[in-house]
């Protein structure tokens, strides 16, 4: 009996194991292609369509990424695919059930598909005296030792974030700082905002637990193919608007669930223009209107984001002139004003303007979406044009350590050589706290700047519905770090113009 | 061997009793009477919750087409985010361990405003009387957190009806089998009222307002069909050869 049970579940797992080696030679083919190559065909006057000789008909981007990485010549939007998953990511809020999942559905002895392509990031929950959450970083710990996991950045010291070198902070900044975001590629990730990876033209989705334990034990996961709404934004960027006001400006007008399902794909020349955070931010509201992925191409800003970060090779991909998208959105950028989403809804969009009246209670700048280094620099510029002190209090969440450094080493520009702190400093703002996501879901009721009182926030969050910061009467504005900043300034929700 | 078998078997479980108790208490005869008058399933069996949670997932495994769900309806209008359904300070909970598994289950639709004035598990109780949830447009909006279908699946929902679903948290609610999530093909959130009984019939593809004397059309599963009827994703893996069976 025992003999007979073990016989097809061996036989079975090296058939598994057969796959994924096909699977793994076959992506190796995909990949062999030099970046110089690459380069040189991104930087010709006339780019010609990426295209290869099995392609019947066109295809998007997105398609294109999923064709490759299920291991066919041609996809249309609603097909349903098992797809390899190049990178998978979690961290301490999803991590531990993730792993029970794995666990229990492939044993307790059962090894992860590969050891280098999962990566673990505790993010969300850490600058808290909770014992739950502590140990839930204990988890993935026990776990990443276990299994020899190569990339995880732990964190022990929770009293001093500086004395774990291995530390990062937000997943998905961490992701894209550390290398692990490539074009053409195909990350999954337990966090919706996981589709932040979508800047550097990958295919990237927030998955649940049960996905990810799923993914754990196999390297593949069964996706449907979603078609493609396409936003071209042109125009020069005004020196008031960031990236954070272009996506409001577009959830507004598509609303929470105008892309569900399907994926959105940024082009223009204004998008052209956009840094690599900025892109971040552009790709991480996409599900903030429901979508599944949201992709700009990648380009020569990517590239050189890029250089020193990965020495894995990559191919990118890029839209079909003749593809089919769903529908196409056209922005002149240059008409468009700063704006906020007003509670209770990321498409309750307002300009900024138009605010003016509501008295704020504090200000809010971090996160995935808003707590990057340029998103400091930005805040910084408004501050530094004023020359005046916060009216409320003002929290600074770096989303991870580098950007922490970053806000005490680089000189802001224009300022004669002061650093972010410094500026902060002088305007009343509270102390750059530890890199985490900190408040901006809530969390543990000791986290840094939550809101534990029915209070008004201006935050350079992605989310405002009920509770979202902690209370479940408060307040939250959603707004990009220049009216941030301008709204810490006067006390009311401001328009940057009124200091830039 | 046998216990395995015997969980793969497992089909939605009754929810007569607890209903018909607690219904009995708090409304009137009429409903009582409308209540009784309509006969449960009898192949609907009590289920082990704690060797359920701890063996496979939930209430879903196996369902068949010709299942159907029925007691008190609790519901809510558009957009109900992921806060809302399991606030941020309980995602501490490890949905994979049972005992957590129930605590996250007490917290289910506890970040509601207080414009819904009916909670959905009453306080002190870590089970809902309401066994059907009716939401609006783009119920689960939000994070891919697990823990909001878990949570609601834990508290002793088996059904939710909306109007449409946020992607990630109707793939979490296929993936898991944790809560059945239906499609209404009208705005059924203006039509029921928190605390109507409902029957839901999978095969018939409907809706049956006993209060309100009222049925109403739902859609077909459409492509998670076969995920459900395997009973989640690891269901179906195995089904389909994808992954080696336990």
């Known amino acids: 009996m025992a003999s007979s049970l073990l016989s097809p579940s061996f036989t079975s797992f090296l058939r598994t194991k057969d796959l994924s080696l096909s699977a793994f030679t076959s992506q190796r083919c995909f990949k062999a292609v030099p970046r110089k190559i690459i380069r040189c065909a991104i930087a010709a006057p006339q780019r010609q369509p990426s295209t290869t000789g099995s392609v019947r008909t066109a295809m998007t981007m997105t398609e294109k990424i999923l064709a490759r990485a299920s291991e066919k010549a041609q996809l249309t939007p609603g097909d349903n695919v098992w797809v390899n998953v190049d990178i998978l990511m979690t961290h301490d809020v999803c991590g531990p059930g993730s792993i029970g999942i794995f666990k229990r559905e492939f044993g307790e002895d059962a090894k992860v598909w ?381 328009d940057p113009r009124e200091f830039l | 061997m046998a216990l395995f078998s015997a969980t793969a078997t497992v089909l939605p479980r009754n929810l007569a009793f607890a209903s018909s108790t607690k219904l009995s208490l708090s409304h009137s005869h009429s409903l009582l009477h409308h209540f009784l008058s309509f006969p449960t399933p009898k192949s609907s069996n009590p289920r082990n919750r704690v060797a359920i949670s701890l063996q496979t997932p939930r209430a879903q495994s196996g369902a068949s087409a010709s299942a159907s769900f029925h007691g008190l309806c609790y519901v809510v209008g558009d957009n109900i985010d992921t806060d809302q359904i399991i606030p941020a300070e309980y995602l501490t909970l490890v949905p994979s361990k049972p005992d957590e598994y129930e605590k996250l289950g007490s917290y289910a639709l506890v970040g509601l405003p207080a414009t819904y004035a009916a909670r959905f598990v009453d306080p002190g109780e870590t089970k809902t009387k309401y066994s059907i949830v009716i939401g609006g447009a783009n119920f689960g909006c939000g994070s891919s957190r697990e823990h909001a279908p878990v949570a609601l699946g834990a508290s002793g929902a088996a059904a939710v009806v909306a109007e449409s679903y946020a992607r990630i948290f109707f793939r979490n609610s296929v993936a898991t089998g944790e809560v059945y999530p239906l499609e209404s093909e009208g705005r059924l959130c203006e039509e029921c009222t928190t605390g109507d009984v409902v029957t839901i019939e999978l095969g018939e593809s409907r809706l049956i307002n006993h209060t309100t004397g009222k049925e109403y059309r739902l859609k077909p599963i459409g492509d998670a069909g076969p995920v459900i009827e395997a009973g989640g994703i690891f269901a179906y893996a195995r089904k389909t050869g994808m992954i080696p069976s336990r």
């Open chain 1, 114 to 494: 590969d050891r280098e392509k999962l990566v673990i990031i505790p993010d969300h929950y850490i600058f808290t005296s909770d014992e739950r959450a502590n140990r839930n970083v204990d988890i993935l710990r026990d776990f990443c030792h276990e299994q020899n996991i190569k990339y995880f950045y732990d964190i022990k010291d929770l009293s001093n974030f500086k004395v774990n070198p291995d530390y990062k902070g937000v997943c998905h900044v961490a992701l894209a700082q550390e290398g692990h975001c490539r074009p053409g590629e195909v990350l999954l990730g337990t966090d919706s905002h996981t589709c932040t990876a979508g800047a550097f033209g990958q295919f990237a989705t927030g998955i649940g637990n049960t996905d990810a334990g799923f993914v754990l034990g196999t390297g593949k996961l069964l996706l449907k193919v979603p078609p493609t709404l396409r936003f071209v934004m042109d125009g020069e960027m005004p020196d008031y608007l960031l990236s954070k006001d272009l996506i409001l400006q577009i959830i507004g007008e598509i609303t929470v669930a105008g892309a569900t399902y399907k994926s959105m794909e940024f082009v223009g020349t204004t998008v052209e223009s956009l840094t690599m955070e900025e892109r971040m931010t552009l790709c991480n509201m996409v599900v903030e209107a429901g979508g599944k992925n949201g992709v700009v191409p990648a380009d020569s800003t990517t590239f050189k984001y890029l250089e020193g970060k990965t020495s894995l090779p990559y191919e990118p991909v890029y839209s079909d002139d003749q593809a089919r998208f769903l529908a196409e959105y056209r922005f002149d950028v240059s008409k468009l004003e700063p704006v906020v989403a007003k509670p209770h809804s990321p498409d309750n969009r307002a300009l900024a303007r138009e605010c003016k009246d509501v008295k704020i209670d504090r200000v809010y700048i971090g996160s995935c979406t808003g707590g990057k280094t340029e998103d400091f620099m930005a805040a910084a510029k408004v501050f530094l044009a004023s020359g005046k002190q916060v009216k409320v209090p003002t929290f600074l969440v770096p989303a991870t350590q580098k950007v922490w450094m970053d806000l005490y080493s680089l000189p802001v520009p224009g300022s004669g050589g002061k650093t972010c702190s410094q500026i902060f400093e002088e305007v009343g703002c509270d102390t750059p706290a530890s890199p985490s996501c900190g408040a901006c879901l809530g969390g543990p009721k000791d986290t840094y700047a939550r809101m534990n009182e029915p209070k008004v926030c201006v935050s350079t969050t992605n989310r405002n519905f009920p509770g979202r910061m902690g209370h479940k009467e408060g307040q939250i504005y959603l707004a990009s770090p220049y009216t941030a900043a301008a709204s810490a300034l006067t006390g009311y929700v401001t």
